[in-house]
């Protein structure tokens, strides 16, 4: 007896899988950056630790910038639910935006690690820098594939394939994009703390 699907059903069912991958990638990076911010506490002891060391300003104005990033994504999925399409447009071009200027702002931040003297590598490195350029720069790693799917999914509502009725692309991309944002805070909060 073959048992056939609707296609609402296969649809979700398609949309449950795709959120499952997504989640287990999720819990997979988290268990990294947890491993790294181990490493980070053990090796507090080492005498080359920094204990007046500064976060940048600029780390601060790009939590701004991500936090930002969350609420437009989130908007955009609201509109798109509605049909939205001029306002869906507007919003995910300012979740891009946003997340460019977060990229920007890191990259500001570590001129101003470099300009206090403090150095990621070589002889006149220290532990802390070093530890905080690898746990950034994995972080970017990550926010470069959000980029590049926030590209796909901006190139896929202009060619229309999202609506009321299709919105798994922006859904995934918003969770995606929501697990970046607290990941960045939880570095944030981390390193704030345990510089």
């Avoid at 206090?116 to 490195?125: H, K, R």
Wanted: hydrophobic share 50%.
């Amino acid at each position: 007896m073959e048992v056939t699907m609707t296609t609402d059903e296969h649809k979700l069912r398609t949309a449950r899988s795709y959120k499952l991958i997504l989640l287990f990638a999720m819990v997979s990076m988290t268990m990294m950056f947890a491993g790294l911010t181990s490493a980070f506490v053990v090796s507090r002891s080492r005498v080359d630790w920094l204990s007046n060391f500064e976060l940048p300003t600029a780390f601060y104005f790009s939590t701004v910038a991500i936090i930002g990033c969350s609420v437009t994504f989130h908007l955009a999925k609201l509109a798109i639910k509605k049909d939205k399409q001029a306002a869906t447009t507007i919003l995910l071009l300012s979740t891009l935006a946003l997340g460019i200027l977060f990229v920007i702002l890191q990259f500001v931040g570590f001129g101003q690690i470099v300009e206090n003297g403090y150095y990621f590598t070589g002889s006149e490195s220290s532990i802390t820098t070093t530890f905080l350029y690898i746990v950034t720069i994995v972080h970017l790693m990550h926010l470069a594939g959000g980029l590049i799917s926030l590209l796909i999914i901006i190139y896929n509502h202009f060619k229309q394939k999202y609506n009321s009725s299709q919105t798994l692309g922006i859904e995934l991309g918003a969770m995606y994009w929501h697990f970046l944002d607290f990941l960045w805070i939880y570095l944030i909060v981390f390193l704030y703390f345990f510089k």
